[in-house]
């Protein structure tokens, strides 16, 4: 998985606008330190094997959930950037151990959700990444 890890933030990364929307700021599982939002993190929602999509005779799929985080006042800026997300992830074809291509669709998602007590506005977007036909 963590191949499958450094493909996604790569292509996260890869992306200016994205990447200036949240000053560069993705994660796998959780926010290190005192990062300001916004930020996205990411973390696979599905169980699947450890060694997924190493044998190109497999058909192996992962649902990863990415999560988006601003204490805006205003819901806009959590829905640029989930929108700024799905223009990057919506049908990407991630390079994965330098030679397997996957694909990622849209599987779903949340919100933008606002949880008053933290000041927080949260959007979900899951997407299933699988074997490219």
């Not at 700024?84 to 694909?103: K, P, Q, S, W």
Request: hydrophobic letters at 40%.
């Amino acid at each position: 998985m963590k191949e499958l890890r450094a493909a996604i933030l790569a292509e996260a990364n890869g992306d200016a606008v994205l990447s200036a929307a949240i000053d560069s700021d993705i994660y796998f599982d959780h926010v290190p330190g005192n990062e300001m939002m916004p930020w996205i993190t990411f973390h696979f929602i599905s169980e699947v094997p450890i060694h997924v999509f190493r044998k190109a005779d497999t058909h192996e799929e992962a649902i990863v959930q990415f999560s988006v985080f601003d204490q805006n006042t205003s819901v806009l800026t959590c829905g640029t950037i989930a929108s700024d997300l799905t223009l990057v992830f919506d049908r990407a074809e991630l390079t994965y151990a330098t030679h397997t291509h996957v694909g990622c669709l849209r599987d779903g998602g949340t919100g933008p959700t606002f949880y008053s007590e933290d000041k927080v506005w949260m959007q979900t977007i899951d997407y299933k990444i699988q074997w490219l036909p």
